[in-house]
């Protein structure tokens, strides 16, 4: 293993491999930094003015950077073979086959990735896993490299998880919380770790490089994406609570959040945590959990998904209930579809499920988000799960291309991603231009009730009596 980390290869040019090369390319100019996927759509875009994934301040980053010591290529192979660090990046989603069928997490992506790097590499590597992985993934990468490499050669295999979060990647990247680097209590694994630690250590802090043992780190991400989820179903259960009882959500939050020990981050409640990784992750360690033969641990944590799954529900149920109890041919705006604002991003945002739930009672959706697409949008709802009838959600749904456009003659509107536009809406303007009376559903509590009910719409939100 070489000492000095010269070329990084990262296998996987999504939210995470993208931005975090980007990051080392602009702040380690002495290495170079080949990021590759198997997608020559995703490289060519990332070689392109418009780059795949949207987060703000990337854009000037790649700009500085691609050409100098920054490259986006398809051959996979060929990065590999150059590099002395490799980062997988790939994408493990929640299998949708055989055993572990909508629980555990797919690593197929990752094992081919160990195989390449296994049958390709002259020299020996430091392999970085850097997807979000169950514990002992890390053992299969090192089973299958040892399996097939070449005489004389010795990989080192990291745990380096990501703790991004879309929408704040670069201010994230730039300064996190911590850098955790799992790997083997040996003199060859401190070895690597001091190689990858020295590649953080150009912006990163010493005291904020934690370093430990392979599987500590790969069970520490699971467990602080879980830890984020459970408090955001904590908030989410006590706001069905204060809609039952009178109480405030907000200020129940707040009351909770100053005490030191509890903190007030994550306490916002919604229509539910969405995105790529928390319902994932969650499933994930249940899954895990179960197959220790640990049924008791797997089903407290299984809890913060179902609590999840029930405040999507009751929004959307909350919507059909004030509306008459039926929405069947009306028409309703969403606006936001994204999992959270700031991020194009789509996946598992609560969003596709509050419109799922609204066209199988039968109502016309008018879709409007800043930064998702027309085909993106009705991708996500055409899916099998979501829908059993495409033809109908075409029928049903139209994307529109402002906010204004969207609340064009409809009964309600329904806010399901914080976009701070939202905030900033003439909502005298589409008090005007809606059905009476107009129907307000704030499922992300972001809009100025009072001021809303002053201009004469009945407004609704979670974790409060309006
Ligand atoms: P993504 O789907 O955006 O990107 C993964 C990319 O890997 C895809 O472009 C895919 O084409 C590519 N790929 C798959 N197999 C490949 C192969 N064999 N060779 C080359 N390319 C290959 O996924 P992501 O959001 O970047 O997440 C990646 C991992 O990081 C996941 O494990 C996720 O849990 C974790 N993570 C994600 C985030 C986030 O905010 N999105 C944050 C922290 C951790
Ligand atoms: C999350 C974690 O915050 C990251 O640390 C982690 O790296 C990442 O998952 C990952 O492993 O992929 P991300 O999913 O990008 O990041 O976004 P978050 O800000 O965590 O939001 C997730 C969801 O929770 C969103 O739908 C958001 O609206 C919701 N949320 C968040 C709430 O409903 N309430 C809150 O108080 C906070």
Redesign the pocket.
């Known amino acids: 293993i070489e000492k000095k980390v010269r070329k990084i290869c990262c296998?996987?040019?999504?939210?995470?491999?993208g931005p975090t090369c980007s990051i080392i390319a602009y702040k380690c100019p002495e290495i170079q930094v080949m990021v590759?996927?198997?997608?020559q759509e995703?490289i060519n875009q990332w070689n392109s003015d418009k780059l795949p994934i949207y987060e703000p301040d990337l854009d000037d980053i790649v700009k500085e950077c691609r050409g100098r010591n920054l490259f986006f290529s398809i051959d996979?192979e060929q990065a590999i073979k150059e590099a002395n660090l490799i980062l997988i990046?790939?994408?493990?989603p929640t299998k949708t086959y055989g055993m572990g069928k909508g629980r555990a997490a797919d690593l197929k992506?990752i094992e081919?990735?160990a195989r390449?790097i296994a049958r390709v590499s002259d020299q020996s590597k430091i392999v970085v896993e850097?997807?979000?992985?169950p514990v002992k993934a890390a053992e299969s990468i090192i089973n299958i490299l040892k399996a097939n490499v070449k005489p004389g050669i010795r990989h080192q295999v990291l745990s380096n998880?990501?703790?991004?979060?879309?929408g704040t990647?670069i201010r994230d990247l730039l300064n996190p919380d911590r850098v955790l680097i799992g790997g083997e209590q040996s003199p060859d694994g401190q070895e690597a770790i001091a190689a990858l630690s020295d590649v953080y250590g150009h912006w990163v802090k010493k005291e904020k490089i934690i370093t430990m043992n392979t599987w500590s780190s790969e069970l520490s991400k699971l467990s602080a994406n879980a830890f984020l989820a459970q408090r955001i179903s904590s908030i989410n259960a006590i706001s069905a609570i204060c809609e039952a009882t009178g109480a405030d959500v907000t200020e129940v939050a707040h009351a909770v959040g100053t005490d030191t020990r509890i903190g007030s981050k994550f306490l916002q409640a919604g229509i539910g945590f969405g995105?790529?990784?928390f319902v994932?992750?969650v499933l994930n360690l249940t899954y895990l959990c179960e197959s220790l033969n640990l049924p008791e641990v797997a089903a407290y944590w299984q809890q913060i998904i179902d609590m999840n799954e029930y405040q999507k529900r009751r929004f959307a149920d909350q919507i059909v209930k004030c509306m008459f109890n039926t929405v069947s041919n009306k028409k309703i705006a969403i606006l936001g579809f994204s999992f959270k604002k700031n991020t194009g991003?789509t996946r598992e945002s609560p969003a596709i499920y509050v419109c799922k739930y609204l066209l199988e009672e039968g109502a016309k959706l008018q879709i409007y988000d800043p930064k998702v697409n027309h085909d993106q949008i009705m991708w996500e709802l055409m899916k099998p799960e979501i829908s059993e009838n495409p033809e109908r959600v075409k029928e049903l749904v139209e994307i529109c291309d402002s906010p204004y456009h969207a609340i064009e003659g409809t009964h309600a509107l329904a806010v399901c991603t914080e976009w701070d536009e939202f905030k900033e809406l003439d909502y005298k303007t589409i008090y005007n231009k809606m059905l009476k009376p107009p129907f307000i559903f704030d499922g992300r509590l972001i809009l100025d009730h009072k001021m809303l009910q002053e201009i004469g719409f009945h407004v609704e939100t979670i974790g409060k009596r309006l």
Do not use: H, M, Q
């Open positions: 296998i996987g040019a999504g939210y995470v491999g590759t996927d198997v997608s995703r996979v990046s790939v994408n493990t992506y081919l990735a390449t850097k997807s979000t992985v998880p990501e703790f991004l979060s879309e990647a995105g790529s990784c994932k992750d991003d």
